[in-house]
Nanobody
Framework: QVQLVESGGGLVQPGGSLRLSCEAS????????MGWYSQVPGKERELVAV???????NYADSVKGRFTISRDNAKNTVYLQMNSLKPEDTAVYYC?????????????WGQGTQVTVSS
């Protein structure tokens, strides 16, 4: 069973920074992709950033140049460094992991961590 545990959310002023962490139960090398999604009430979950097993990354246009996704394989952890935060970044952020088991794609989610950007 895969477990993803997020941490690092909180309240920050506009222009501030936060670093979210997502620690997996076991090696993250099992996953072909890991990412961060955001969700606000009444809307669907949206991709923020993803890191593929080979190390390539992709970002939503709204966060390019401000957010950075990275991983530490030794710590089984993926990070999202969030800089120059804006009120519109306020959301619950979910960690996501994708893997293939016996040819079947599997998707896993963390419990989410609240990020609030407000003065």
């Amino acid at each position: 069973q895969v477990q993803l545990v997020e941490s690092g959310g909180g309240l920050v002023q506009p222009g501030g920074s936060l670093r979210l962490s997502c620690e997996a139960s076991g090696s993250i090398l099992r996953f072909y992709a890991m990412g961060w999604y955001s969700q606000v009430p009444g809307k669907e979950r949206e991709l923020v950033a993803v890191i593929i097993s080979g190390g390539s990354t992709n970002y939503a246009d709204s966060v390019k140049g401000r957010f950075t996704i990275s991983r530490d394989n030794a710590k089984n952890t993926v990070y999202l460094q969030m800089n120059s935060l804006k009120p519109e970044d306020t959301a619950v952020y979910y960690c996501n992991a994708e893997m293939v088991v016996a040819g079947i794609p599997k998707t896993y989610w963390g419990q989410g961590t609240q990020v609030t950007v407000s003065s």
